[in-house]
């Protein structure tokens, strides 16, 4: 059984940090890559930023260019975002997503290519 559980969520001031964790299981990690979308309410759902297990190549949204780091231990089957400084913008219900297809920078914020997606976690930012 394919499983993607985030955790890490909370309430955090702006300014603040928070490391989301995407614990992977029932599938090939190392040929798949990772991405971590958000949703807040009454958006549309945005990729924020993804990981290719194959090449190691990682993108990111520009808003949160400079302030996040999205990593992979493959051992644990376990994708990260650190996300840094964070702004009342940033809240939202954060997800993962596993995708067979190595991503390009085109290719990867789009939710189509994502075979399984995780549950979810929230990230408040209070001002």
């Known amino acids: 059984e394919v499983q993607l559980v985030e955790s890490g969520g909370g309430l955090v001031q702006a300014g603040g940090s928070l490391r989301l964790s995407c614990a992977a299981s029932g599938f090939t990690f190392d040929d798949y890559a990772i991405g971590w979308f958000r949703q807040a309410p009454g958006k549309e759902r945005e990729g924020v930023s993804c990981i290719s297990n194959v090449d190691g190549s990682t993108y990111y949204t520009d808003s949160v260019k400079g302030r996040s780091t999205i990593s992979s231990d493959n051992a644990k089957n376990t994708v990260y975002l650190q996300m840094n400084s964070l702004k009342p913008e940033d809240t939202a219900v954060y997800y993962c997503?596993?995708?067979?297809?190595?991503?390009?920078?085109?290719?990867?914020?789009?939710?189509?290519?994502?075979?399984?997606w995780g549950q979810g976690t929230q990230v408040t930012v209070s001002s």
């Open positions: 997503a596993a995708s067979p297809t190595v991503p390009t920078w085109s290719s990867w914020p789009s939710d189509l290519g994502y075979d399984y």
